[in-house]
Nanobody
Framework: QVQLVESGGGLVQAGGSLRLSCAASGRTINDYAMGWFRQAPGKEREFVATISRNGGRYWHADAVVGRFAISRDNAKNSVYLQMSTLKPEDTAVYYC?????????????????????WGQGTLVAVSS
């Protein structure tokens, strides 16, 4: 079973940038498709970005296209979310998630219920 720990959150002004990291332990992430989700106060958890096990395919939510970029470094057992041009509406707790994908190297997943493994989250607060 894989354990996930997010880091890199914090307080930033609108227009600024942050890079979130998700460090995995217990298992290599080579066998997992990975995703980032976020949950703002009083709102449902929503999809942000996902990347396939082999890193060859990825998808970003419309709200972050062109501003956020997901990437992974399997050698470091980590996944990243580079966030730029941040807006106050990006304020949320950001979660990293993993789904086993040993037989589907190019698959990615955009629904939270498709991911069995989750980190504890890291808070991103964007001030106007």
């Amino acid at each position: 079973q894989v354990q996930l720990v997010e880091s890199g959150g914090g307080l930033v002004q609108a227009g600024g940038s942050l890079r979130l990291s998700c460090a995995a332990s217990g298992r290599t992430i080579n066998d997992y498709a990975m995703g980032w989700f976020r949950q703002a106060p009083g709102k449902e958890r929503e999809f942000v970005a996902t990347i396939s096990r082999n890193g060859g395919r990825y998808w970003h939510a419309d709200a972050v296209v062109g501003r956020f970029a997901i990437s992974r470094d399997n050698a470091k057992n980590s996944v990243y979310l580079q966030m730029s041009t941040l807006k106050p509406e990006d304020t949320a707790v950001y979660y990293c998630a993993a789904r086993g994908s040993a037989y589907e190297a190019s698959a990615y997943y955009t629904h939270s219920d498709e991911y069995p493994y989750w980190g504890q989250g890291t808070l991103v607060a964007v001030s106007s």
